[in-house]
């Protein structure tokens, strides 16, 4: 059997997933909430927390949003595994395929948690409505079927912690001076790094053929 475009995006999709659940599941069940691992100093830390919401810890919108949010994941899903197969029956070029490949694996990896992760832990960060804000929880997780919450409103498992730039402002600086500044603050995982590699990837390199429609073979 030849290897091909599709055998391809199969194996790096399949590669990213593995690496993601992997060390969510890893972290998951032998981290607190809060809990870090200087991995690299003070710039490279392994920091856990849940997410409800969006990459790199955005959230909006309480349980609802979550679930809107994950049907519109599924959906996007869909569509780019659907356009993916497109351009290899069009036998576009290789790199195209890897920068759909790392986006689509992102994408599913993150779902992965939302849809499943409620079910497959005993414990997570789930939302009240009596106090309508996100609540976390105490001690470690396990993995044992024990569920914490429904279908699609499981938490995303973030780690990646990168304060680079961790300093008081100096009090001349407009508006912000004075004030504690981290950068970069957001906290984020494998997938969501597959989707921003992927993204960025493409529109540096391939941007004129996926949306000029001129189909390069290579």
């Given amino acids: 059997m030849n290897f091909n475009k599709k ?3 199969f194996l790096i ?11 969510k599941v890893w972290i998951k069940t032998n981290f607190a909430i809060g809990d870090e691992m200087r991995v690299i100093g003070n710039w490279f830390i392994l920091h856990f ?6 990459a790199f810890g955005l959230k909006f919108w309480g349980i609802w949003g979550k ?3 994950s049907i519109f994941r599924i959906a996007a899903i869909v569509a780019i595994a659907w356009y993916l197969n ?3 029956k069009q036998q576009v070029k290789t790199g195209i395929i890897v920068g759909l490949s790392l986006i689509l694996a992102g994408a599913i ?3 992965i948690d939302s849809a499943f992760y409620g079910y497959l832990f005993d414990s997570g960060t789930t939302y009240s409505s009596e106090f309508n804000q996100w609540v976390s929880y105490y001690g470690i997780s396990k993995l044992n079927f024990g569920g914490y919450a429904g279908f699609l409103q499981g938490c995303v498992v973030d780690m990646f912690y990168f304060p680079i730039i961790d300093t008081v402002l100096p009090s001349w600086v407009p ?8 950068f970069f603050r957001p906290v984020f995982n494998i997938a969501d790094s597959s989707i921003t590699i992927g993204v960025i ?7 004129h053929t996926l949306f000029g429609h001129q189909h390069n073979h290579k």
């Fill in 67 to 69: 679930i809107g949010l």
């Fill in 86 to 88: 497109h351009l290899i």
């Fill in 109 to 111: 990896g993150n779902i």
């Fill in 13 to 23: 999709i399949l590669l990213i997933l593995v690496i993601d659940q992997a060390l």
């Fill in 7 to 9: 055998h391809l995006a």
């Fill in 201 to 207: 990837y493409l529109l540096l390199f391939h941007r």
């Fill in 49 to 54: 927390t849940e997410n409800p919401g969006m």
């Fill in 175 to 182: 508006i912000i001076g004075g004030e504690h500044f981290v």
